[in-house]
């Protein structure tokens, strides 16, 4: 049985202040992922069906202490049970919520019911070090179906503690790759940045933004919801072109990106930023319902002129990826980023995409009970400062893409302009057939 071990210094910097991974800034991150539902939620079902998934899952039932000689640990608190706080409102509260500066000293792990009209949104709130993207949306699938079967008066079976707190994903790697081997990348990727052409760094989005930031909320998000119709034709456009559906996203999104420079500006070099789960990676391989963060990076370039099609830059974009996993660079990239670098490694390390993704993929459709009505899932992980980025995900047979973005540095006039040639983007190549 293991009740407590120490951070790793991935998870450290999540847990520390104005600590960054890269280039983002992680320190203190939450993330939010919720449900918004048409009907109304029993909160004491709610809190009960959350004091199950802390047990199932030993990091949602965590505390961090620190030591006498200021090492932090994780130890499980069996006697925590996450709370559930109702509150009166809809959109504007959600943005006050993932605006706010959360603590963590009652818990790590907690929800909200935010409730307008015939509407109810459910938020479950957690730190960042603890979770990612990819882990949390099997969370709220098994949110789902413990709190349907308890309100339908079919409750599942009270789950035993779980006591194996998986170990942090960088000391799972450590024991994988080498230190020669992440000596050998470091060298690899200082080289490459030092014969690299200065006129070939990516372009960044001009920065427009209010300064302080918008007075209603600093982080904002505007949502692209497609039909059923519309994602399968994204499917079939990315299988007629024998690359994955991420691949297409990016090129649709590096398009849409490319409308905010001059066109006489001719073919721009872009990044493309990914975030990349690392469970494939670890052996055995960690199943994405393990609540732990695994979340590295990677980068894909993309030469992109004004007439680009999307397709064109998605070819770009999916052999920047083969690359990438052949040189294990998310993994490396992990490993190396917990050293003490030089200036120029860290400063390519530090350099900011044009634009970052995260794609979580395709998730079931929840399993709700009678009373209630899916309308949408929607996940937040922003701190300011952060480079602007697009959230996507396919909840049953409908894609979502979130824009979001730090208004002190882009406005929302851009960042509305972006959205919307994104939509046009995307239901340009979901009509594509042949490479244009």
């Not at 209603?216 to 007629?240: K, P």
């Amino acid at each position: 049985m293991t009740s407590q071990r120490p951070l790793s210094p991935f998870e450290n910097g999540y847990f520390g202040e104005h600590t960054r991974l890269g280039s983002v800034p992680i320190g203190g991150m939450p993330l939010f992922i919720g449900s918004t539902v048409r009907g109304e939620m029993d909160p004491a079902a709610l809190r009960d069906t959350l004091t199950e998934l802390a047990a199932l899952h030993p990091l949602l039932r965590a505390r961090v202490v620190t030591g006498d000689a200021g090492v932090r640990r994780f130890e499980l608190d069996d006697d925590y049970r996450p709370s559930v706080t109702v509150t009166a409102g809809g959109a504007q509260v959600y943005r006050t919520l993932v605006n706010a500066r959360q603590e963590w000293g009652a818990g790590l792990f907690r929800a909200e019911l935010l409730r307008e009209g015939e509407f109810t949104r459910v938020v479950l709130v957690l730190h960042h070090g603890i979770s990612d993207g990819r882990s949390v949306f099997p969370l709220v699938d098994e949110m789902w179906r413990r709190y349907t079967a308890r309100v339908t008066g079919s409750p599942l079976p009270q789950p035993e503690r779980n006591y194996a707190l998986p170990a942090g994903v960088d000391t799972q790697l450590a024991a994988l790759i080498s230190d020669a081997e992440v000596d050998a990348f470091v060298a690899m990727v200082r080289a490459g940045a030092m014969a690299m052409d200065p006129a070939a760094a990516p372009v960044h989005l001009p920065l427009d933004g209010q300064g302080g930031g918008d007075p209603s909320g600093r982080l904002a998000v505007r949502r692209i919801e497609l039909d059923a119709a519309q994602t399968a034709a994204l499917v079939a456009t990315a299988r007629a072109q024998g690359f994955s559906v991420n691949s297409l996203l990016a090129g649709a999104a590096m398009a849409a990106v490319r409308t905010e420079f001059a066109p006489e500006a001719g073919p721009l070099p872009m990044m493309c930023g990914h975030a990349v789960d690392l469970r494939p990676d670890l052996v055995p391989v960690l199943p994405a319902s393990t609540v732990l963060n695994c979340a590295a990076g990677a980068g894909t370039p993309v030469l992109a002129a004004p007439d680009s099609h999307p397709i064109e830059l998605a070819s770009a974009v999916a052999a920047g990826m083969r690359d990438s996993t052949q040189a294990r660079f998310p993994a490396m990239f992990m490993r190396a980023a917990q050293r003490d670098l030089d200036e120029v490694t860290a400063a390519l390390f530090g350099a900011p995409p044009t634009l970052a993704l995260s794609n979580i993929g395709r998730v079931p459709a929840h399993s709700l009970p009678a009373t209630l009505e899916f309308v949408r899932d929607e996940v937040f992980a922003m701190t300011p400062g952060m480079p602007p980025k697009m959230t996507m995900f396919t909840v049953g047979d409908r894609l979502t893409v979130q824009v979001e973005y730090d208004t002190a540095e882009h406005s929302h006039a851009q960042m509305e302009r972006i959205a919307t040639e994104m939509t046009w983007q995307l239901l340009r190549v979901g009509s594509a057939t042949a490479r244009a």
